[in-house]
């Protein structure tokens, strides 16, 4: 069974760095791709990068190209996002998910199979 875990949330002041984890306890030898999204109060999950199974391959949303850089360790099975310069309207619950059909960066979330359970972010202004 795949189990993905976030951490690294928590609450921070506006222009501080933060970096997220996602752990997959579980990951075996198929391909897939992890992405790394935001939901923030009142709007939809959206993708903010994304990266391929070998860690080559990355993808970042255009609003956050330059403050975000999404990289990974495949033996920890961990993929990392450090996120810059934050912002208040940064304040959301970050997720990250694997999708073993769909494509590194894709951004249709009925594509990723496997969904941590979040971790909140709150930066205060």
């Known amino acids: 069974q795949v189990q993905l875990v976030e951490s690294g949330g928590g609450l921070v002041q506006a222009g501080d760095s933060l970096t997220l984890s996602c752990v997959d306890s579980a990951r075996t030898g198929s391909t897939y791709a992890t992405g790394w999204f935001r939901r923030a109060p009142g709007k939809d999950r959206g993708l903010l990068a994304g990266i391929s199974w070998n860690c080559e391959t990355t993808y970042y949303a255009d609003s956050v190209k330059g403050r975000i850089t999404i990289s990974c360790a495949q033996a920890k099975k961990t993929v990392n996002m450090q996120m810059k310069v934050l912002k208040a309207e940064n304040t959301a619950v970050y997720y990250c998910?694997?999708?073993?059909?769909?494509?590194?960066?894709?951004?249709?979330?009925?594509?990723?199979?496997?969904w941590g359970q979040g971790t909140q972010v709150t930066v205060s202004a």
């Open positions: 998910a694997e999708t073993h059909a769909g494509y590194t960066g894709s951004p249709h979330t009925e594509e990723y199979d496997n």
